[in-house]
């Protein structure tokens, strides 16, 4: 008889062939399910539809714009482009009135004179043809087209050295992102590749001879940089076209600067040791 015999008697039998000292086994630890990778971010989702009022026609309409606090940075080129996941938001940045064609970057688009109004007016709204567009999100040409409505805008009103570079600046960053995304496909048309390359150089250097007249004809900060900042990015720029000697001044400029970050101290410094191996290998 077991040592557990008898516990029949009180309704557990089940039990009367236990062993006393096995134990237990233990249960197999599951293998833990990999993490779910975060979906990418769809660029309809970050952005919204905001409300404008056109300086030049008075009409009431909505653009594009991306939700800044959505969009998460990825980093920045040499030259300030932002990257972000999802989007290019270079795309978003320029404000286009359905009515009138008025169109300018975001940060300029209130500041029209009257005088300049009626130069739009006269030489862009009564002859322009604009293109409808009703998908979720702009597409790289529609966002070429609403470019280049405000850089002619931009030429028209007369408008300051430093917002037309900034506009080609811009484009440059467009025509770049565009190339990114041709890249990206199986069938990637390398010739248009190439060409938005030319393009973008062609637009680089526009912004290169803008900014660099800016910063001696126009009040800082310009287009919402400080000093440091347009020094640094002229120079960047002048790296660019092989223009060492002013690169090299504004370097050392902002390398020396005490209002100048930590970071974009550490970038000029770079920028200048990358000159500095260019000219040796001369």
């Known amino acids: 008889m077991g040592i557990f015999s008898g516990l029949k008697n009180l309704g557990l039998g089940n039990m009367e062939e236990m062993d006393l000292f096995d134990e237990p086994k233990k249960e197999e630890a599951k293998p833990k399910a990999a993490a779910a990778v975060p979906a990418r971010p769809q660029e309809k989702d970050l952005i919204y539809d905001r409300s404008f009022v056109c300086p030049v026609c008075d009409s009431h309409f909505t653009a594009k ?5 959505k969009a998460r940075l990825l980093g920045t080129d040499q030259d300030l482009r932002a990257r972000y996941d999802g989007i290019d938001a270079v795309k978003y940045d320029v404000v286009m009135c359905p009515v009138c064609a008025y169109s300018a970057l975001i940060r300029f688009f209130t500041n ?100 660099s007249e800016a910063r001696q004809s126009e009040m800082f900060p310009i287009c919402g940089m400080n000093t440091v900042t347009v020094d640094y990015l002229v120079a960047v720029l002048a790296v660019r076209f092989k223009d060492y000697g002013v690169a090299t001044k504004l370097l050392s400029a902002v390398i020396t600067s005490p ?24």
């Open 259 to 282: 209002g100048a970050n930590v970071r974009i101290k550490d970038r000029a410094r770079d920028m200048k040791d990358q000159v500095m191996r260019e000219l040796k290998s001369k």
């Open 112 to 211: 029209v004179t009257s005088a300049q109004a009626k130069l739009i007016r006269e030489k862009i709204s009564q002859t322009v043809t604009l293109t409808k567009y009703a998908e979720e999100v702009y597409s790289y040409e529609q966002a070429m087209e609403r470019y280049k409505l405000a850089l002619v805008n931009a030429v028209v009103k007369r408008s300051k050295p430093s917002e037309k570079a900034y506009i080609c600046l811009k484009t440059a960053w467009l025509l770049r992102g565009y190339g990114e995304s041709l890249r990206e496909k199986e069938d990637c048309d390398e010739k248009k590749v190439a060409a938005l390359a030319r393009q973008e150089e062609e637009f680089l250097e526009n912004a290169y001879k803008g900014f």
């Open 65 to 69: 714009i991306m939700k800044s606090s």
